[in-house]
Nanobody, 125 residues
Framework: QVQLVESGGGSVQSGGSLRLSCAAS????????MGWFRQAPGKEREGVAY???????TYADSVKGRFSISQDNAKNTMYLQMNSLKPEDTAMYYC???????????????????WGQGVQVAVSS
């Protein structure tokens, strides 16, 4: 079955950087709708960044200018570069992918069929 495996989480101080990776197996990320979501304790899961089948990227306002989503098709891996991290970025981060072909790509977590196990990101002030 499809597997998405995240890595790269950790603890950093405010202003620091982390890069998350999402390695896909039995799923081709090229041209697919994929995204990064996060969920902080007591809060709903929210979309952070998305990449579409035409490699168009979109971001939540809260991370725009600080986070960057990208993918390496040869490695079948998606990334989330997170710079200028803030304490409010502390959350469990998940990568997700849709089943089938979507246009436009969805922004709602319930429309994503495949999920990684999540990685913890903790930002201290």
């Amino acid at each position: 079955q499809v597997q998405l495996v995240e890595s790269g989480g950790g603890s950093v101080q405010s202003g620091g950087s982390l890069r998350l990776s999402c390695a896909a197996s039995r799923y081709t990320i090229r041209g697919a709708c994929m995204g990064w979501f996060r969920q902080a304790p007591g809060k709903e899961r929210e979309g952070v960044a998305y990449t579409t089948r035409y490699a168009i990227t979109t971001y939540a306002d809260s991370v725009k200018g600080r986070f960057s989503i990208s993918q390496d098709n040869a490695k079948n891996t998606m990334y989330l570069q997170m710079n200028s991290l803030k304490p409010e970025d502390t959350a469990m981060y998940y990568c997700a992918a849709v089943r089938g072909v979507w246009y436009p790509c969805p922004k709602t977590s319930s429309d994503y069929a495949y999920w990684g196990q999540g990685v913890q990101v903790a930002v201290s002030s």
